[in-house]
């Protein structure tokens, strides 16, 4: 079983669409939460990072974490042609000397 | 500005040949790392280095070996390179162990044949 688990995907939205992306984990030693965005041809880039369970809000973005799930969310607002991308969610423990992903889920906002 | 720097975009290299990539971070990061990114696997980590001569295997060290040399560069080898090491090479660095945020390159493509 992977350790982090992650729905590929592909997602199309209309634009202006709510987007909710997920993963779920299997260690629950994990404290720290990311998401990077990936566009194409691109290295991957922090979005957000969550620690321990709650959510985080940063403009459009909202990172959810429930740690007695073991599930976390990403939630897109208002979505927009330039949100389409490869979404990655990522863990560390409490170190960050490895950081374990998702597969990552491409999302393609429609104009 | 943050700068990862992969010193090839897309490489096309011959079965057998030893392969080197090279990462070059202007940060002075401790942390970095090797993954290799497949679709449906996502990243995988190869090896990452905490300090300069310092390693640790990652995931899949299997037919790769590094080297740090410098705090600021950190090379991957591909001893024998074979078919099935075809993908896209990403390296990362992060500040310490204290940090969450790690910066990535733009990947290297590498195709062997």
């Known amino acids: 079983q992977k350790e982090v688990e992650q729905d590929p995907g592909p997602l199309s939205v209309p634009e202006g669409a709510i987007v909710s992306l997920n993963c779920t984990y299997s260690n629950s030693a994990f404290q720290y939460f990311m998401w990077y965005r990936q566009y194409s041809r691109k290295g991957p880039e922090l979005l957000m990072y969550t620690y321990s369970s709650g959510n985080k809000e940063d403009g459009r973005f909202t990172a959810q974490v429930d740690k007695s799930s073991k599930y976390i969310s990403l939630f897109i607002r208002d979505s927009q042609p330039s949100d389409s991308a490869t979404y990655l969610c990522?863990?560390?423990?409490?170190?960050?000397?490895?950081?374990?992903f998702g597969s990552g889920t491409k999302l393609n906002v429609k104009p | 500005d943050v700068k990862v720097t992969q010193s090839s975009r897309y490489l096309v290299k011959r079965t057998g040949e030893k392969v080197f990539l090279e990462c070059v971070q202007d940060m002075d990061h401790e942390n970095m790392f090797w993954y290799r990114q497949d679709p449906g696997l996502g990243l995988r980590l190869i090896y990452f280095?905490?300090?300069?001569?310092?390693?640790e295997k990652g995931d899949i060290p299997e037919g790769y070996s590094v080297s740090r040399e410098k705090k600021e560069r950190f090379s991957l080898i591909l001893e024998s390179a074979s078919t099935n090491q075809t993908s896209m090479y990403l390296c990362?660095?992060?500040?310490?162990?204290?940090?969450?945020?790690?910066?990535f390159g733009q990947g290297t493509r590498l195709t062997v044949v």
């Open positions: 990362a660095s992060s500040l310490d162990g204290m940090n969450t945020e790690a910066f």
């Open positions: 280095s905490y300090d300069v001569k310092m390693k």
């Open positions: 990522a863990m560390s423990l409490y170190n960050f000397n490895k950081f374990y």
